[in-house]
């Protein structure tokens, strides 16, 4: 049924110098009035402009409310809950609806005759005509502040109404967001947008996650003990699986602690008595001269300790000419001059810049090491290798270093 009338009864309001019924599809957006509001058509008819209403399938509201009381009462309500939602948006200032906020009235509900409002059985919902213009004679419409009072002699307005209007209304978002989350949430956020921003483009926020502090401080923990280990790295040299740094297990200093270690320090410049004291290999009560001949042999080991000089005085670890002599676990309780302890593979380590020196792995292989503060000589017992065992110098600064 198209219900047809001239043009010289409601004249619709104008904005942007075309009327406001050819913006309908601008004012019908699902965040706005959801397709509530009728479309007319303009036709030609005996030489004048007439405009149309396609009712087809709807009822009028004062006949619907006699048919389906309760139905047409949520129906108003639901709408009313649609007006609100775009009464909102017409307060914002700087809002996409600044140019349809005079222009955009509301009809009264009318009579069974001149109907404003339809109700249609199949959706139950209702739609509204003649909505944005001026009425005939002295018809009175209402601004989007006054809108709640379309309804109100009807319930719309009541709480429990509304409360089931607005369920009602929001079923369609959630079932989007079930479906497009990511549309929805858009569509939810497009009327408050557009709302408090200002025209002109605006960067979008960003968003300041819960796990951003940890994982910023965890990333600055983790670069520091990395640059760490590489400076430790760096100062100590590269140490290899085959020869693990391990706590001292064979040192010069510590020598005294060992019960199986002899230490044997000569002195030559010393008198005969004082070379007695001074050779813990000698139990006896020996004459200065065979006290001074044992420090002489100490002296002598092979080939490559001919060129030792043994020092005469009690000399710090800075003087060149003293020798320690400590016989390790391997000797196995040998007689320190005896040739068990210089049987075994022989190694000698020089650096000018060495105090004193220790072995950190592969202790219980060595047999006999002698220590001068440049030079450092190790032997090990019969039919063991060099592999694993790891020696270490001391600078003046108190740093050790790898040899």
């Known amino acids: 049924m198209t219900q047809g009338e001239t043009n010289e009864s409601w004249r619709p309001h ?32 005996d030489g004048e402009d007439v405009t149309g209403w396609d009712l087809e399938g709807l009822v009028p509201f004062a006949e619907a409310k006699a048919k389906w009381p309760s139905e047409v009462q949520l129906a108003a309500a639901d709408l009313q809950v649609v007006f609100d939602r775009v009464a909102k948006a017409l307060l914002q200032d700087s809002g996409p609806l600044d140019e349809f906020r005079s222009a955009l009235t509301m009809p009264p509900i009318g009579t069974a005759e001149t109907a404003n409002y339809f109700y249609a059985p199949s959706t139950k919902k209702l739609f509204v005509r003649h909505w944005g213009a001026t009425p005939p004679g002295d018809e009175s419409t209402f601004t989007h502040e006054s809108w709640r009072k379309i309804f109100r002699d009807v319930g719309a307005a009541s709480p429990s109404a509304m409360a089931m209007a607005a369920a009602k209304v929001d079923a369609p978002a959630e079932r989007r967001r079930e479906s497009d989350p990511d549309a929805a ?22 968003k300041q996650t819960w796990w ?71 139990s006896d009560d020996a004459s200065t001269s065979d006290a001074s001949a044992d420090a002489a042999d100490a002296s002598t080991d092979d080939d490559d300790d001919a060129d030792a000089s043994i020092a005469t005085s009690h000399a710090g670890a800075d003087d060149h000419s003293k020798v320690v002599v400590t016989i390790g676990p391997a000797a196995g309780g040998a007689d320190p001059e005896g040739p ?42 019969t039919g063991k290798s060099f592999e694993g065992v790891r020696v270490e110098w001391e600078d003046a600064a108190g740093k050790w270093h790898v040899h």
């Open 14 to 45: 104008l904005v942007r110098g075309v009327p406001i019924w050819q913006l309908t599809v601008e004012l019908n957006t699902p965040d706005l009035f959801a397709g509530r509001l009728l479309v007319p058509s303009v036709a030609e008819h």
């Open 340 to 381: 068990n302890t210089k049987a075994g593979p022989h190694r000698r380590h020089d650096q000018p810049e060495a105090r004193t020196w220790r072995v950190t792995t592969g202790a219980d292989r060595v047999a006999r090491t002698e220590q001068r503060p440049h030079r450092f000589d190790v032997w090990l017992a």
């Open 185 to 206: 949430r858009e569509a939810d956020e497009a009327p408050e947008k557009h709302a408090s921003e200002p025209p002109g483009p605006k960067k979008p926020a960003k």
């Open 212 to 282: 951003s502090l940890p994982l910023g401080l965890l990333l600055v923990i983790v670069a520091g003990l990395v640059g760490l280990l590489s400076f430790r790295t760096f100062q100590e040299g590269p140490v290899t699986p085959t020869r693990p740094v391990v706590p001292p297990a064979l040192a010069a200093h510590d020598a005294g602690t060992d019960a199986a270690t002899t230490v044997e320090a000569v002195d030559a410049s010393t008198d005969a008595a004082e070379s007695a004291d001074a050779s813990v290999a000698d």
